[in-house]
């Protein structure tokens, strides 16, 4: 394999929640003009694997591209059946069902599934007063957590927090949630579209759930929970890269890191990587290079860098994001250590980086 940024078929969700923000606020082109509550901008989920669009790999699915090239794409001594990480667009127009995502040891255990889906949502844009649901209130039993669902009294048992453009919170697998009315964000997490759900409609076309469906749900979904998770909201860890370029730590975890890099015009952005980086631009159309090969990435497009590139050059002005599977150590921890953050301060963005830093300590 010869690397070279790559482009992915984008899939486009029509789910009733969704809206036009995607397209109106964002500036994304080339999805369908009907109301979109997600696009999937670096999928290998089963039945929905981006298809590469570009150069010499155009036409095979990022499936097929990480059985061909897994070292190549992911980085040296890696190997698994699919691409393990999974971006999105969501336009929360109107509020998502309540649902939850199980976590690896549940999935596997009562879907069947390889893993579960620990998930985290970076705000883009939320209307003043914007609230999500996340996580199970202190004090809350089983049984009234269940009655309340039953009831369709989220408020009584779901701790419901203020949502602010900027902000990101880390959810993992078992967590309750849901946000919306007006709210627009990018969510990174697991290769996974596992969910159990605690509404009494179909997201797809919000005709009404079957009693015994909707029982059979709530029975999975109370297997599911994690009631003892109550994540928060984040502002991120930013530390200073260069000349008019930040670069701000929004989550990590062992599923995946996310980041924020914004430049100017005094110098470009420049980021060196060993791991396949999803770089998706939330500004204004920038000018991409690595290895000598330009690409123009517009409003609200993707590119998947692989990890044999090793570097990218972003002229600015930029504002992009990053998303990977990390070692929690290299890429996260020691950065931000050397920037003068505490690891308590660290260990907020997400889950795994207190033991990772205690095995270097131990090692």
Known sequence: MDPYPLRLTVTAKPLVFGGHAIARRLGKTGIPDWSVAETWECSDVEGFSGTVTNGPLAGRSLRQVVAEHPEELMGAGWSGECFPVLTKFIDAAG????????????????EGERNGKTEAWHILDAAPGATALCGVKDGVTEEELRAALEAQDFDRVLRRLPVRPGETIYVPGGTPHSFGPD??????????????????????????????????NLDMLMQ???PELRPDFRTGLKIAVGDGVDRTFLCAGPY?????????????????FTTAQILTNVGAPVQVRARGIREELGRAETLLLPAALGEVEIAGPADVLFGYLPDLRRDVIVPLAEAGYSPQ??????EGLDAADEDTAAA
């Open 183 to 216: 709210t627009l964000i990018y969510e990174i997490e697991q290769t996974s579209d596992i969910q159990q759900h605690a509404m009494q409609w179909n997201m797809e076309d919000g005709s009404p759930v079957p009693d015994e469906e909707f029982a059979a």
């Open 256 to 272: 995946f890191a996310l980041e924020r890099w914004g430049a100017g015009t005094a110098e470009p952005l420049r980021r060196s």
């Open 224 to 226: 599911e929970v994690k």
């Open 95 to 110: 509020t998502l069902p309540v649902h939850l995502h199980a976590d690896d040891e549940t999935a596997q255990r009562l």
């Open 345 to 350: 301060v660290v260990a907020t963005l997400g």
